[in-house]
T-cell receptor
Framework: KAGVTQTPRYLIKTRGQQVTLSCSPI?????VSWYQQTPGQGLQFLFE???????NKGNFPGRFSGRQFSNSRSEMNVSTLELGDSALYLC??????????FGPGTRLTVL | GDSVTQMEGPVTLSEEAFLTINCTYT??????LFWYVQYPGEGLQLLLK?????DKGSNKGFEATYRKETTSFHLEKGSVQVSDSAVYFC???????????????FGGGTRVLVKP
């Protein structure tokens, strides 16, 4: 089985722009979660989607949003980028068991 | 809310030394517990997991036992190699079942450096 894939792997944006990140889960997995990793805050949960519905949300401003498509692929969007949004964004998929499998991440740099 | 506390690093060891990384948690209910490892420039890889009290997870020489009485899940390896140099994260989740809410709560990570 192919693993979780994320595109793009690297992004450079400037303040005020918006960005969309994509995640393709492991085939058959319906749950996709997103996490932000920064040196200062560590790994923080953004949100989780299951069968195209947001099921859980972390403590992030409304500038962070996401969606899931019928094929379970997910996108997250960050609008009006700030310097503090620079981070590694990780996507994870989960099937019936409780194990989340992570993709390689998208490294976002905001200048 | 749920929380995970793990020892701060960096932990520097010589090859073939014994490694222990402490992890304690606070959670309601009966969480599942995980150790993930992150190599430089990569995402997280599942190292091992345990889903109920007294379960022992093991993989690649690493072991951890789910201790409900002490709310701990310490990671151990008897003889480390240079290739074990990485950042290790302890985490907990709500529990099994695809329909259950799904969120991992992570500890702050412990950087391990193994010298030859």
């Amino acid at each position: 089985k192919a693993g979780v894939t994320q595109t793009p792997r690297y992004l450079i944006k400037t303040r005020g722009q918006q960005v969309t990140l994509s995640c393709s889960p492991i085939s058959g997995h319906r749950s996709v979660s997103w996490y932000q990793q920064t040196p200062g805050q560590g790994l923080q949960f953004l949100f989780e989607y299951f069968s195209e519905t947001q099921r859980n949300k972390g403590n992030f401003p409304g500038r962070f949003s996401g969606r899931q498509f019928s094929n379970s692929r997910s996108e997250m969007n960050v609008s009006t980028l700030e310097l503090g949004d620079s981070a590694l964004y990780l996507c994870a998929s989960r099937g019936w068991a409780d194990t989340q499998y992570f993709g390689p991440g998208t490294r976002l740099t905001v200048l | 809310g749920d929380s995970v506390t793990q020892m701060e690093g960096p932990v520097t060891l010589s090859e073939e030394a014994f490694l222990t990384i402490n992890c304690t948690y606070t959670a309601t209910g009966y969480p599942s517990l995980f150790w993930y490892v992150q190599y430089p420039g990569e995402g997280l890889q599942l190292l091992l997991k345990a889903t109920k009290a007294d379960d022992k997870g093991s993989n690649k020489g690493f072991e951890a036992t789910y201790r409900k009485e002490t709310t701990s899940f310490h990671l151990e390896k008897g003889s480390v190699q240079v290739s074990d140099s990485a950042v290790y994260f302890c985490a907990l989740s709500d529990g099994p079942g695809e329909a259950a809410g799904n969120k991992l709560t992570f500890g702050g990570g412990t950087r391990v450096l193994v010298k030859p």
